[in-house]
């Protein structure tokens, strides 16, 4: 299994980007696909997943710190995730991972950075 990130960059603060991952397989096969991000000097931490219980959509999980502002999609036509990430603080500046979990398995995207900065 391969998860291919893309989309980071820089930005400004109040800006937006949207960060890709796509799957070699398909994101149906996954219990829950989400995206992680670590800043320097931080561990890393959970920004958004979704699951694929509950409705058809998905159950969606957020970090208080982005709730309102990101917003996490799974397209299953096209084996990708997505994460919208919308009024971007400078808070947000980090390495953004993508993440995918087949039961006990545990998948990792390689990173994309994420800068927000004037």
């Known amino acids: 299994v391969q998860l291919q990130a893309s989309g980071g960059g820089l930005v400004q603060p109040g800006g937006s980007l949207r960060l890709s991952c796509a799957a070699s397989e398909s994101t149906r096969n996954f219990n829950s696909m989400g995206w992680y991000r670590q800043a320097p000097g931080k561990q890393r931490e959970l920004v958004a997943a979704v699951t694929s219980a509950g409705t058809s959509d998905g159950l969606r999980n957020y970090a208080d710190s982005v709730k309102g502002r990101f917003t996490i999609s799974r397209d299953n036509a096209k084996n990708t995730v997505y994460l919208q990430m919308n009024s971007l603080k400078p808070e947000d500046t980090a390495v953004y991972y993508c993440?995918?979990?087949?039961?006990?398995?545990?998948?990792w995207g390689q990173g994309t950075l994420v800068t927000v900065s004037s």
């Open positions: 993440n995918g979990m087949q039961g006990w398995r545990n998948y």
